[in-house]
T-cell receptor, first 116, second 112 residues
Framework: AQKVTQAQTEISVVEKEDVTLDCVYE???????LFWYKQPPSGELVFLIR??????QNEISGRYSWNFQKSTSSFNFTITASQVVDSAVYFC?????????????FGRGTSLIVHP | KAGVTQTPRYLIKTRGQQVTLSCSPI?????VSWYQQTPGQGLQFLFE???????NKGNFPGRFSGRQFSNSRSEMNVSTLELGDSALYLC???????????FGPGTRLLVL
């Protein structure tokens, strides 16, 4: 069975602070995908990134960066110099990459509040 | 390309009624999945359709059903609505089940 844990229910920061959202996962699959989505108040989940389990290279995209560590089953997400527009709920998700059933498992989400 | 669209965006129903929600995927996407999101249970997978066939199903009662048309548009139906069915229903499309899912804005259903 798959499991995704986002231990931080809510994080509150002041604009321009850096913030890291934690994601820890459990799976028996040897190959899998990890995702981060952002859900603003409007409700739509916005895709941010996908990583393959065999690619542990960290990634940076503008103010966003992701740290994937297979040894600790973690896929953390850092926002540098946070902005008010970053306020949203962020979801980490895990999905098998083989086996025929590609049903994703989502974490419970971390609500990020960025104060001006 | 236009994103995933869902209609209606908001819906109010009473217990015992039935409801049909619609989802139009991104052009070229053949896989459509449905999710239920509630504060208590989080995001839960309902089912996934590909080429008009249901390929995966989550752990929901038979009151929840869906279908997919030849143009990949999908509908989900909930019969005999219960108060606990109040939720945000999200549709996601992808080229195939293995590919990244892109979500629509959701339909907020309130059951009174």
């Amino acid at each position: 069975a798959q499991k995704v844990t986002q231990a931080q229910t809510e994080i509150s920061v002041v604009e321009k602070e850096d913030v890291t959202l934690d994601c820890v996962y459990e799976t028996r699959d040897t190959t899998y995908y990890l995702f981060w989505y952002k859900q603003p108040p409007s409700g739509e989940l916005v895709f941010l990134i996908r990583r393959n389990s065999f690619d542990e290279q960290n990634e940076i995209s503008g103010r966003y960066s992701w740290n994937f560590q297979k040894s600790t089953s973690s896929f953390n997400f850092t926002i540098t110099a946070s902005q008010v527009v970053d306020s949203a709920v962020y979801f980490c998700a895990l999905r098998p990459a083989s086996g025929g059933s590609y049903i994703p498992t989502f974490g419970r989400g971390t609500s990020l509040i960025v104060h001006p | 390309k236009a994103g995933v669209t869902q209609t209606p965006r908001y819906l109010i129903k009473t217990r015992g009624q039935q409801v049909t929600l619609s989802c139009s995927p991104i052009s070229g996407h053949r896989s459509v999945s449905w999710y239920q999101q509630t504060p208590g249970q989080g995001l839960q997978f309902l089912f996934e359709y590909f080429s008009e066939t249901q390929r995966n199903k989550g752990n929901f009662p038979g009151r929840f059903s869906g279908r997919q048309f030849s143009n990949s548009r999908s509908e989900m139906n909930v019969s005999t609505l219960e108060l606990g069915d109040s939720a945000l229903y999200l549709c996601a499309s992808s080229l195939d089940a293995k590919e990244t899912q892109y979500f629509g804005p959701g339909t907020r259903l309130l059951v009174l």
